[in-house]
């Protein structure tokens, strides 16, 4: 069994589905941080069978989250200070993303104006259909 | 300042005020003439569309304005590389209103978001065209008196049809709506309107055969089936003519049903149907440079 060490100031990712804590790190841009990361993949879960974890040692102000939602909703997110869990964050949709996927229509203006960011609406939550704002093809469709 | 990107950007409301003011133009065009004195309208066409270019450009002159622009985007600069947020915001320094028709979904869009003028959305590829949505919505309304009561027969090409959805998402704001949807199965209008009907609780039938539904329909919206639509000749010929309106076909029709097309017709309206007073496509092209009117009025803020 792998020991990593407990964090003092940060957030711990926890039930990420097995394989994906790579995308989530650099979703979060963690590489363009100064700070501690432990990526543990494949951990042992009751609940899951096998995910991963992130272990992320910054000020906890530092991290953009909305889009850990838009990734994976069930990803519990712990908030750690002086070692301790203070605070357990429920992830909710993001109603906007902006350059966290592309449009893939060749035919929407994103494919050809330079500089233009890649924004997605939340267009139906129940079914969490996210919709290119220039073009409306939809982006994620579970 | 607004702008005219969606055809559901206006509510029901604004859109009766809409056509209201159309139709207060249809009456009496001289009040109008001098209404856009010292304006110009930019029609920024990065492809070519005839027709929609020149009922666009036709609404500013009625109005008294002048109009300038490009029809296609080899003569613009955007044959050099220029971006869209670029082109209108140099554009916004020329002129009072754009007209923006691009091959790329959303780049009208793009403009607006940059734009120091109204922008119409004249057509983004496979997406939108609203002023199509509005001429047919006043088409509708102008010959039959209202929006609500309906029961409209949507023929042809209902799978890649834009100007088909785009009327059916207009219409589901109205009381009382029926929709008959003729089309062959390769063309069947998409999945995700029939969802949205059946959510919705709006009735809709779909059928292959004109014949069997002509006597209920109070309007008839035809498009074109193209033959690059089938995967083989063979359905393509033994499917052709079941789309083509003929005397015969409209012999099954009620006295007041309207025949509706946006334009241009290639075969699938014959020619012995033009002076059938049902007929009105040709009408509604006149319509569609009312609406242009009253909307560029109503995006210059010149409505009264």
């Given at each position: 069994m792998l020991n990593i060490g407990k964090i003092e100031e940060g957030f711990v990712l926890d039930h990420i589905k097995a394989g994906k804590s790579m995308d989530i790190y650099e979703h979060l841009q963690l590489d363009k941080l100064d700070c501690t990361v432990a990526i543990i993949k494949n951990a042992k879960s009751n609940k899951m069978g096998k995910k991963d974890i992130l272990k992320v040692e910054c000020d906890i102000n530092q991290l953009d989250l909305d889009v850990l939602a838009f990734i994976d909703h069930n990803i519990t997110v712990n908030i750690i200070k002086d070692g301790e869990i203070v605070d357990k964050k429920d992830l909710v949709l993001p109603k906007m993303i902006k350059n966290v996927i592309r449009c893939k229509n060749p035919r929407c203006i994103t494919s050809i104006e330079q500089e233009l960011p890649h924004i997605f609406f939340l267009a139906d939550e129940e079914k969490e259909v996210y919709r290119c704002k220039y073009c409306e093809e939809k982006g994620r469709d579970h | 300042m607004r702008h005219l990107m969606s055809p559901l950007d206006f509510s029901v409301d604004e859109l009766n005020k809409l056509f209201d003011l159309a139709n207060d133009i249809e009456r009496n065009p001289a009040k109008y003439a001098h209404a856009c004195d010292g304006k110009i309208l930019a029609?920024?066409?990065?492809?070519?569309?005839t027709r929609t270019r020149l009922s666009f450009e036709s609404a500013m002159l009625r109005l008294g304005g002048k109009v300038l622009g490009f029809s296609d985007a080899a003569s613009s600069s955007a044959s050099k590389g220029e971006s869209v947020s670029d082109t209108i915001r140099v554009i916004s320094g020329y002129s009072d209103i754009c007209a923006m028709r691009h091959p790329k979904e959303g780049a009208p869009m793009v403009a607006a978001e940059k734009s120091f003028i109204p922008v119409i959305n004249a057509g983004d590829g496979g997406h939108h065209h609203p002023t199509q949505t509005l001429t047919d919505l006043l088409t509708i309304r102008s010959l039959k008196g209202s929006l609500d009561n309906i029961t409209i027969g949507l023929c042809g090409?209902?799978?890649?049809g834009r100007t088909v959805h785009s009327l059916i998402h207009a219409l589901v704001r109205y009381q009382n709506i029926k929709f008959v949807f003729i089309s062959p199965v390769e063309l069947k209008v998409p999945d995700y309107i029939t969802e949205m009907l059946r959510t919705k609780n709006i009735p809709f039938e779909e059928v292959i055969r004109l014949e069997d539904v002509m006597p209920n329909l109070d309007m008839l919206y035809m498009t074109r089936v193209q033959k690059e639509r089938f995967f083989n000749e063979e359905d393509y010929i033994r499917l052709k003519d079941f789309y083509i309106l003929d005397k015969a076909k409209m012999d099954l029709a009620k006295e007041d049903m309207l025949v509706l097309h946006p334009l241009p017709r290639v075969n699938e309206i014959s020619v012995e149907l033009d002076d059938d007073p049902r007929a009105v496509y040709f009408k509604q092209a006149r319509y569609g440079v009312y609406v242009r009117m009253a909307l560029i009025l109503t995006l210059l803020e010149l409505a009264q």
């Amino acid at each position: 069994m792998l020991n990593i060490g407990k964090i003092e100031e940060g957030f711990v990712l926890d039930h990420i589905k097995a394989g994906k804590s790579m995308d989530i790190y650099e979703h979060l841009q963690l590489d363009k941080l100064d700070c501690t990361v432990a990526i543990i993949k494949n951990a042992k879960s009751n609940k899951m069978g096998k995910k991963d974890i992130l272990k992320v040692e910054c000020d906890i102000n530092q991290l953009d989250l909305d889009v850990l939602a838009f990734i994976d909703h069930n990803i519990t997110v712990n908030i750690i200070k002086d070692g301790e869990i203070v605070d357990k964050k429920d992830l909710v949709l993001p109603k906007m993303i902006k350059n966290v996927i592309r449009c893939k229509n060749p035919r929407c203006i994103t494919s050809i104006e330079q500089e233009l960011p890649h924004i997605f609406f939340l267009a139906d939550e129940e079914k969490e259909v996210y919709r290119c704002k220039y073009c409306e093809e939809k982006g994620r469709d579970h | 300042m607004r702008h005219l990107m969606s055809p559901l950007d206006f509510s029901v409301d604004e859109l009766n005020k809409l056509f209201d003011l159309a139709n207060d133009i249809e009456r009496n065009p001289a009040k109008y003439a001098h209404a856009c004195d010292g304006k110009i309208l930019a029609t920024c066409f990065y492809e070519p569309s005839t027709r929609t270019r020149l009922s666009f450009e036709s609404a500013m002159l009625r109005l008294g304005g002048k109009v300038l622009g490009f029809s296609d985007a080899a003569s613009s600069s955007a044959s050099k590389g220029e971006s869209v947020s670029d082109t209108i915001r140099v554009i916004s320094g020329y002129s009072d209103i754009c007209a923006m028709r691009h091959p790329k979904e959303g780049a009208p869009m793009v403009a607006a978001e940059k734009s120091f003028i109204p922008v119409i959305n004249a057509g983004d590829g496979g997406h939108h065209h609203p002023t199509q949505t509005l001429t047919d919505l006043l088409t509708i309304r102008s010959l039959k008196g209202s929006l609500d009561n309906i029961t409209i027969g949507l023929c042809g090409d209902l799978k890649f049809g834009r100007t088909v959805h785009s009327l059916i998402h207009a219409l589901v704001r109205y009381q009382n709506i029926k929709f008959v949807f003729i089309s062959p199965v390769e063309l069947k209008v998409p999945d995700y309107i029939t969802e949205m009907l059946r959510t919705k609780n709006i009735p809709f039938e779909e059928v292959i055969r004109l014949e069997d539904v002509m006597p209920n329909l109070d309007m008839l919206y035809m498009t074109r089936v193209q033959k690059e639509r089938f995967f083989n000749e063979e359905d393509y010929i033994r499917l052709k003519d079941f789309y083509i309106l003929d005397k015969a076909k409209m012999d099954l029709a009620k006295e007041d049903m309207l025949v509706l097309h946006p334009l241009p017709r290639v075969n699938e309206i014959s020619v012995e149907l033009d002076d059938d007073p049902r007929a009105v496509y040709f009408k509604q092209a006149r319509y569609g440079v009312y609406v242009r009117m009253a909307l560029i009025l109503t995006l210059l803020e010149l409505a009264q």
